[in-house]
């Protein structure tokens, strides 16, 4: 998951920061409203964490601007305050929830979860994709029930193909959802992880359910999503080899 934090106070943002990374979780930071919407216009996150007062303006201001960007990227704010129209107020801009400082940890990292999840179109905290399994609490992954061992790496590349399933994803956007543009190596290094997880889900399936578009990037597919790709194949040889 990457999420950007739009927080002006340095204490909370390092405080923040270091928690969602704990879990994982790569992090950028905004500390004004200007900053986070060239950042949102630039890049693709899962979520936003916003302050509602920014030093140049409102968190109101900056939800009404994406969304006239037509940027869809679902809002989490976080507030001092707690009174009801400001509340009210940000659910009508377009805000996806409201925290109130100070918050619970494990209050801020449920409520990430479930909106990302709802945005991505999963209602509960495990995904499933066929036989695959991904639990997101506990970072563990089944096959028809049984345990797959993955690398934390594997695991965030599953994570954001099952997030997007269907969906070609670039080597670069895997590149970004595992480092955040901090210390990233070679794009090749993409080609590798993706390889070592292949083979681990086509061991425990029987299937190959990540395909390759050759020049865009990667794609995990349903099963019969597969299968019918393979009979088609199947089919265009017989015919190639009639004719």
């Known amino acids: 998951m990457r999420v950007l934090l739009v927080e002006d106070d340095p204490v909370s943002a390092r405080t923040i920061g270091l928690m969602l990374k704990s879990v994982q979780i ?145 080597k670069e956007a895997f590149l970004n959802h595992l480092y955040g543009g901090i210390d990233e190596p070679e794009i090749k290094i993409i080609d590798v992880f993706v390889c070592k997880l292949r083979k681990k889900l086509a061991e425990a399936t029987g299937a190959q359910l990540i395909g390759t578009v050759w020049g865009r990037g990667y794609v995990l597919r349903e099963p019969h999503e597969v299968a019918s790709a393979t009979k088609g194949s199947e089919t265009t040889r017989v015919e190639a080899q009639a004719v």
């Open 26 to 170: 790569i992090v950028d930071h905004a500390a004004s409203g200007d900053e986070a919407i060239d950042l949102v216009r630039t890049y693709d996150y899962d979520i936003v964490i916003l302050d509602f007062l920014l030093p140049d303006m409102k968190g109101a201001d900056v939800i009404r601007e994406m969304r006239r960007m037509k940027n869809a990227t679902p809002v989490l704010v976080l507030s001092g305050l707690s009174d009801q129209q400001t509340k009210v107020r940000s659910f009508e801009l377009g805000a996806d929830d409201y925290l109130v400082k100070p918050f619970d940890r494990e209050e801020l990292l449920a409520r990430l979860r479930a909106i990302v999840r709802r945005a991505k179109g999963f209602a509960e905290s495990t995904l499933r994709v066929g036989p695959i399994e991904l639990r997101l609490g506990a970072r563990e992954v089944f096959v028809n029930g049984r345990p797959v061992h993955l690398t934390g790496k594997e695991f965030s590349i599953l994570e954001l193909l099952m997030l997007r399933r269907g969906t070609v994803l670039s």
